[in-house]
């Protein structure tokens, strides 16, 4: 068994970095009781398997100046440990019940990880509401338990123990291992300094709500206490069972290790019982319990291997060097592995992390573990159950812990903590940029001949037949966009790998079946009708299309569209299918001569729809149901985060996700926020993806015009006709006016329902946009964390007499923030959308609510926030055509989105909200005291009012009425000849034109 030693070490070293990396992303967590049947019952099998290789006899025991000790003084009642005092002889030594003591061990272990399994359980749901990890303190329990059971009763040190003989090294090396305390300061120093270290590069606080009406948030922390002591009885437990002695003679090493098996087996199928019992009473829950997606099965394998594996080299680590030194140093990889990832990952001034304090904690944690080890190795080995981890410290141990003292000092001393400008002055004078070179390409042409030819550049393929009617059209309306229309392009190019006849087959399967909820409208020789069994409820919004294609009708060939009457988009293609797709749209070549006239059999090639409705469907219905890894990320590279990160911590700011598309914490790139690829943690941010309200999807590409959708989608998008007949309109007037933005309240103004997503019982609510914008605005009860801003400070060199400001994040409590800003940002009427204890929960939690209030009011206000809903805000393009200076946070992408620039026409904000008062406090201003210090940041009243008037003046341009008939008429053209079984020969001829 001494072979075995280095290797079980070595594979603890590796399996707890492997573990510290892999926990944070693993999908098992989302079903825990079903992980942790499955581990329990891998670690039995393995400890059986390794059972086989493993001595049958008493063999174990080791032997001590020639002499065989088999038993310890039953004085021992702590983990046994090279500190202890050698037996005076095998005869002197009182034995227990063996037997007894074994069963009760066992039953108290099988006891504890019941036990510990629920307590984790109800951690994991509520994980929001976790407080700072303690799980550290482990081997100081151990060296505290080994101090009053053992170390205490030791006999003093002799007198000639403290004489100085040799050098004072010497002297005090032998005094440090003599010492009873010994490993009680060791440990405790590498408590300190782990725990300190872990929450100084800590991620910052997310907004999934921790809610105040609800005990969580001390429950949570209590539980997690209750935790530390149950790992520590499970490890003394399994401590006391791999090192139990029978009689005058050692149990056999087999029997040590299969007890430990058979209480992982025990405890595994107690579990499954009780949870099999539960769930059979909790029918609504059974469907999820018998539901294994692959990416969670998978996952959960992974990570069932790596924990085996590691737990054969802990218990093996435990027989060869005792608990408390296989804690210690699990503990010291663990903490080393994630602070200096950390420190790695964020060495940015956004997250604020407290670099110096991390630096010198993990100083303290190196010469902790340094010590612990060097006592371990000059203390008296007596006769024992158990060896030290090194018989002497080896050079090549203090080389390594040298590197990574040396790695970390270099990380802290290349961290910055401030930056001499402001993010968004950057990103304002970015923006105009931007907007000036998409000015300058998407209305070059001039002439119909210029626009036909930047067409063909652009796309590689004629325009489409009727191309001169829509460019008349368009002129004729004083339209600015005239050669950018890239999202309907994106939107059509998977459709050319169908054909035309699939195209308008998988059309009339939509409209069809009203189960769909898709809406058809025929166009038939330039007439405009609804088709049949359409919902009433959704009537407004086939009116207004009929009103809106009525406009350019006459020059559109006959054509069937499905139209979603859901808010929620419907199409998504899996990302390697629809890859292939592209491909094969972008291999159609340019036409020579082509025709420029649609077949004259078009209204023959569309199947009339039926007067009964038919019954199958290719929809897919997860209403009330987590979508993000069955329809979100689907869309996204194979080796992307999304399709293979699940990050379950919904506590923490997940601050990879947010750096691709952030500069600090404000949203620098907005497109690329809407892409979730780099984005795990949305599946637990937007009510889409946590609990659609109405979600029917295909996996297939079927032709449905949506309003909006997210990334991952392939609806088409079109005009909504909630906008083009103005359902929400800016309509001042002299009860409401909008006046100059000078005069205006400086306030931010939100007035909503929860209709974001159904909360059916399960708390989904708590991590949806809109509830947790409110919860951030308000900090009820003062139950969310302080906020990073960049604050000012003046720095002058003692040799200098210039001065220079420099920004620094710091934390300011929200409570001041309030007091300061005074948003006024509130869920109006009841609470929407709920079922069960959410109902009430959030009635509670966001009391008062408000009554409704008229849309025209919100002119009043100098900041108008917009968040998404169920889908698409209808509420935005009337913000920017106000006075007022909009704040948007979202995931859904509607047909302008190409057409209008963040930090040029409006405020973007992420969903996660990190930069939400930041943002606000740079443009409103604030003055505080923080940390002793009064800071004041200055109003940037000119660059608010700036956007607003952009925003305003680029909406009159390029987001009226007309531009929607623009927009909508050329999609319908593209429309057209993607539909036409003659599309390969059918084209605007440019030299003909």
């Known amino acids: 068994m001494e072979g075995t030693k280095w290797a079980s070490i070595s594979g603890l070293v590796i399996g707890t970095v492997l573990l510290s990396r892999s926990i944070p992303t693993t999908f098992a967590f989302d079903k825990p009781i079903h992980t942790i049947i499955l581990v329990l019952a891998s670690c039995a099998g393995t400890i059986f398997g390794l059972g086989r290789l493993l001595p049958r006899d008493a063999g174990g025991a080791r032997s001590h100046e020639g002499q065989q000790y088999g038993a310890v003084p039953l004085d021992d009642l702590g983990q046994p440990h090279s500190s202890r005092e050698a037996s005076p002889s095998p005869g002197d030594v009182r034995y227990p019940s063996s037997l007894r003591k074994v069963r009760i061990l066992f039953l108290v272990l099988v006891l504890a990880i019941c036990i510990r399994v629920e307590l984790l359980r109800e951690v994991l749901a509520n994980v929001q509401c976790a407080t700072t990890n303690w799980e550290p303190i482990i081997p100081f329990i151990f060296a505290a338990w080994d101090y009053f059971a053992v170390q205490r009763h030791r006999t003093r040190l002799d007198a000639d123990d403290d004489k100085l003989e040799g050098s004072i090294y010497e002297w005090l090396e032998s005094l440090l291992a003599k010492a009873r305390y010994r490993y009680v300061g060791a440990t405790a120093l590498l408590a300190f ?336 009708a609804i088709s049949p069994n359409v919902m009433p409820t959704h009537r407004w919004m086939l009116d207004g299309l009929v009103d809106m294609i009525g406009h350019f009708a006459e020059f559109l060939p006959d054509m069937d569209l499905a139209f979603n009457l859901n808010d929620e988009c419907r199409v998504a293609v899996p990302y390697e299918e629809a890859e292939r797709m592209r491909q094969v749209g972008t291999t159609h070549s340019q036409i020579e001569k082509p025709k420029n006239a649609f077949s004259d059999t078009r209204s023959e090639q569309w199947q009339p729809i039926p007067e009964e409705p038919i019954t199958e469907t290719p929809l897919q219905e997860l209403s009330w149901q987590q979508t993000f890894y069955d329809f979100g990320s689907v869309g996204c590279p194979p080796g992307s985060p999304a399709r293979r990160h699940r990050t379950w911590n919904t506590g923490e700011l997940c601050t990879t996700c947010t750096s691709p598309h952030s500069l600090g914490a404000f949203l620098a790139d907005w497109t690329l926020a809407a892409n979730i690829c780099h984005q795990p943690d949305l599946a637990d941010l937007h009510g889409i993806y946590l609990s659609p309200a109405a979600f029917k999807g295909a996996h297939a590409l079927y032709p449905i ?236 009243e000119v660059e608010g009012e700036r956007i607003a008037e952009r925003g305003r003046y680029w909406a009159g341009q390029v987001l009226r009425r007309e531009d929607m008939e623009i927009y909508f008429f050329r999609l319908l053209l593209e429309w057209g000849r993607l539909t036409d079984d003659g599309r390969d020969e059918i084209g605007f001829d440019v030299d003909a034109g």
């Open 705 to 940: 015009f949506s309003q909006s959708k997210t990334h991952g989608f392939n609806d088409i998008l079109y005009p909504s006709a909630w906008n083009y007949i103005n359902k929400a309109k800016y309509d001042p007037s002299p009860p409401h006016p909008d006046p100059p933005y000078p005069e205006k309240n400086s306030s931010l103004f939100w007035r909503g329902a929860t209709s974001e997503g159904v909360s059916p019982g399960a708390g989904q609510w708590r991590g949806m946009t809109r509830q947790r914008f409110v919860h951030l605005a308000n900090n009820i009860n003062s139950s969310s964390s302080p906020q990073p801003l960049l604050t000012p400070t003046l720095h002058k060199p003692p040799s200098s007499s210039e001065s220079h400001t420099t920004l620094s994040y710091t934390l300011w409590p929200l409570s001041a923030l309030i007091s300061a800003l005074a948003p006024d940002v509130h869920i109006v009427d009841s609470i929407a959308r709920c079922g069960g204890k959410d109902c009430d929960d959030q009635a509670a939690e966001f009391a008062p609510l408000v009554p409704p209030s008229d849309f025209q009011d919100h002119w009043r206000y100098k900041y108008l926030l917009d968040l998404d809903g169920a889908g698409f805000s209808g509420r935005f393009l009337p913000f920017l055509h106000s006075h007022s200076l909009p704040f948007k946070a979202g995931v859904f992408r509607e047909w302008w989105d190409d057409r209008v620039t963040p930090w040029q026409h409006f405020v973007p904000l992420d969903v996660r909200g990190q930069g939400f008062w930041g943002t606000l406090a740079y443009f409103a201003g604030l003055r505080g005291v923080v940390g002793g210090r009064e800071v004041v940041l200055e109003a940037h």
């Open 193 to 528: 300094g782990t725990i300190q270290g872990l929450a100084s590069v800590s991620s910052p606080r997310s907004t999934f709500i921790c809610a105040a009406a609800l005990p969580y948030r001390w429950v949570v922390s209590l539980l997690q206490r209750l935790g530390i002591v149950l790992d520590f009885a499970i490890l003394y437990c399994i401590g006391q069972l791999l090192h139990q002695q029978e009689g005058r003679g050692q149990r056999s090493l087999l029997l040590r290790f299969v007890s430990v098996a058979w209480a992982c087996l025990f405890s595994a199928v107690i579990i499954l019982i009780a949870s099999m019992v539960y769930y059979i009473f909790k029918e609504q829950d059974w469907m999820w319990v018998t539901s294994l997606p692959s990416l969670y099965i998978w996952s959960t394998l992974r990570l069932d291997a790596l924990l085996c594996i590691t737990v054969v080299c802990t218990l093996l680590c435990i027989y060869h060097v005792g608990v408390m030194s296989t804690s210690t140093i699990a503990t010291f990889v663990a903490a080393a592995s994630l602070t200096t990832t950390q420190a790695w990952s964020n060495s940015h001034p956004f997250p604020p992390t407290q670099a110096g304090v991390a630096f010198v904690a993990l100083w303290i944690a190196i010469f902790a573990f340094a010590t612990y080890l060097h006592v371990e190795t000059t203390d008296d080995k007596p006769a024992h159950s158990t060896s030290p981890t090194f018989t002497k410290v080896p050079s090549w141990l203090y080389a390594c812990l040298l590197v990574l003292f040396f790695a970390r000092t270099g990380l802290w001393a290349s961290h910055s903590n401030t930056v001499t400008y402001h993010p968004i002055d950057m990103l304002i004078y970015e923006a105009q940029s931007q907007h000036e070179a998409y000015i300058n390409q998407t209305s070059a042409s001039k002439t119909l001949l210029e626009a036909a030819r930047a067409y063909e550049l652009r796309y590689q393929r004629n325009p489409p037949p009727g191309f001169q009617h829509w460019y008349t059209y368009a002129t004729a309306r004083n339209s600015v966009v005239i050669d950018d229309y890239d999202s309907i392009h994106r939107d059509l190019l998977p459709f050319y790998a169908l054909t035309p006849e699939e195209t308008r087959q998988r059309t009339w399967q939509m409209i069809a079946n009203p189960w769909n909820d898709a809406a058809g409208i025929s166009i038939r020789s330039g007439q405009v």
